[in-house]
């Protein structure tokens, strides 16, 4: 049974907003910890060190997660095929959003010592997990759903909200520096576009709560139950590793661009922040 002969039970406007909507919210966390490792995490997560080992502490915690990632989609994949996609969409939206508000509420290495960086570090990794499960999800949850021969339209849905995310995160620490002076920036100021996400992660849910299950997953459901991963790495390893080598390259220059060079900019080049954001 083929995805082209089940017709889809969903709104098509409802199925292009719930599997925007998520991933943009989900990247929006992600790029939030990004700038936030550009600009704050060093100092309030690692004080006692250098200006050049806080640099390089924080972007080890923004790397961190990109290891997670890789196994947030085998896991939340794997389960997106035995139990559904809605549910395991949902499960992802939720991992993101918990762990960024706890990132915005977590006390810094001032309050709780040595504590902060690992409980850290934990977070940063159920970031990781929430958006490696997310993106091909909700791709998924977008094609399953969409008319017959329109699945490539609507799995384009999916592929615009990391850059809505990235430009409403971007947007937000620019208006704080704006608004704030520095020591409230970095007292507090920092945590609020953290805070947001739970708020975003409502709006997600009330979006993705109201889709049914994909008609194709439950015509799969009725079929022998199979180990998914165990079919993916036998069946399908080449595609795998070519489709991400191809992101890894795509992303590595993105976040060249965006994130280490506003903190070179800002940390040697000594350029205003605004104008590092606004470029």
């Not at 937000?172 to 947001?196: D, K, N, T, Y």
Request: charge should be positive; glycine fraction near 10%; charged fraction near 10%.
């Amino acid at each position: 049974m083929t995805a082209a002969s089940i017709a889809p039970v969903n709104k098509t406007s409802h199925i292009a907003i719930a599997s925007f909507i998520g991933t943009a919210i989900e990247f929006y966390d992600f790029y939030v910890y990004a700038i936030a490792a550009a600009l704050v995490i060093g100092p309030v997560f690692f004080p006692s060190a250098s200006p050049t080992a806080q640099t390089l502490n924080a972007f080890a915690t923004f790397g961190i997660a990109f290891l997670a990632r890789p196994v947030g989609s085998f896991l939340f994949g794997h389960f997106g095929d035995r139990f559904g996609r809605k549910s395991t969409l949902v499960a992802t939206l939720l991992t993101m959003g918990v762990c960024t508000t706890l990132i915005g509420l977590l006390p810094g290495y001032d309050h709780i010592g040595e504590l902060a960086p690992w409980l850290l570090v934990t977070l940063r990794i159920g970031q990781g997990l929430g958006l490696g499960g997310e993106w091909g999800g909700a791709a998924l949850l977008a094609t399953e759903n969409a008319p017959k021969h329109r699945r490539g339209l609507f799995g384009m849905f999916p592929q615009l909200g990391p850059s809505i995310g990235f430009l409403v995160a971007n947007g937000l620490f620019l208006l704080l520096g704006l608004l704030l002076s520095h020591e409230q920036f970095m007292a507090w100021g920092w945590r609020i576009p953290f805070l947001v996400s739970a708020v975003l992660v409502f709006i997600g849910l009330y979006a993705r709560l109201k889709l049914t299950e994909t008609p194709l997953f439950q015509a799969v459901a009725k079929q022998p139950r199979r180990v998914p991963l165990t079919e993916l790495l036998s069946g399908h390893l080449k595609p795998l590793i070519l489709g991400s080598l191809s992101i890894v390259v795509c992303y590595a220059l993105f976040y060249i661009s965006a994130v280490f060079v506003l903190s070179y900019g800002i940390g040697t080049l000594h350029l205003p922040k605004p104008t590092l954001q606004a470029w």
